[in-house]
């Protein structure tokens, strides 16, 4: 993956005051998941992270761009700025908030490297699912990693569009996209440009589960293998990540991978 000008860390914990102020989130659990990383067959480094806070119904998952001076630091910058702008924003999102909440992200992460590394050329995709209720949930999205909701009779389904350049040629109309466009991001977080996010609501009855991934998955294990696994075992959310990891990295495992499988309870 590589791309030009497309976030340590700080620490947040989410304490019992914290948890009281916010409002209707999920505090009942009314979905449990559960993730896990791997650096892969291939990588010397991993520059993937995540964040399950099931009691706050906070998901998302952050890979790290190749081709930027610090991929490892800015997928773990942006996973601590959602957490913190979360905190803030206390009782639920709203267009406004979720928007402020993404810029935030954003702008942290070129921050961040025009400080500390001097250099704008920090960057990492950001994917984030929040559950607000047992019928409502929010997508935060830049980059080209995936949610997926998953139904028992309509199997598993892609929630996301890959903001890549081979995407925006296919929705041009061209016929033949070369693969090396498939890993040229259009947008991501710590973008100095950035003019656009993904943020919309996502109806939750629709679905029984929900996958979210880094590309060292999706990339590597065919959909129709993804969907195989989830149905075998998306009621445990951490035999099913396992089993979705080590799919990865018995298909080579070409990149670090990340998964997070979540279930309504």
Request: hydrophobic share 40%.
């Amino acid at each position: 993956m590589n791309l030009a000008k497309c976030v340590q860390t700080r620490s947040v914990r989410l304490n019992e005051s914290v948890l009281k102020t916010l409002g209707d989130w999920s505090r009942k659990m009314l979905f449990f998941g559960f993730g896990a990383t791997d650096i892969g067959n291939q990588r010397e480094r991993n520059e993937d992270a995540f964040l399950v806070e099931n009691e706050a119904g906070w998901f998302a998952v952050a890979d790290g761009v190749g081709g930027s001076a610090g991929g490892h630091i800015a997928c773990k910058l942006a996973i601590e700025e959602f957490k913190q702008r979360m905190t803030e924003e206390g009782n639920g999102l709203t267009d406004e908030s979720g928007q402020r909440v993404l810029r935030g992200i954003n702008n942290a992460i070129v921050d961040y490297g025009l400080t500390h590394l001097s250099t704008p050329n920090l960057a990492t995709t950001f994917t984030a699912f929040v559950i607000k209720n047992d019928h409502q949930g929010y997508l935060l999205h830049a980059g080209d990693s995936r949610l997926y909701g998953f139904h028992e009779e309509r199997g598993l389904m892609p929630l996301t569009q890959e903001h890549t350049l081979a995407n925006e040629k296919r929705k041009q109309g061209q016929d033949f996209v070369d693969v090396e466009s498939e890993n040229v991001l259009v947008n991501c977080m710590g973008n100095f440009s950035m003019t656009w996010t993904e943020y919309r609501q996502i109806d939750l009855a629709n679905y029984d589960a929900f996958l979210i991934c880094t590309d060292g998955l999706n990339k590597m294990v065919p959909q129709p293998r993804l969907e195989q696994i989830m149905r075998g075992s998306w009621r445990e959310p951490k035999a099913c990540v396992t089993r979705l990891i080590d799919m990865a990295l018995q298909l080579g495992g070409f990149d670090n991978v990340t998964a997070i499988v979540i279930k309504r309870q």
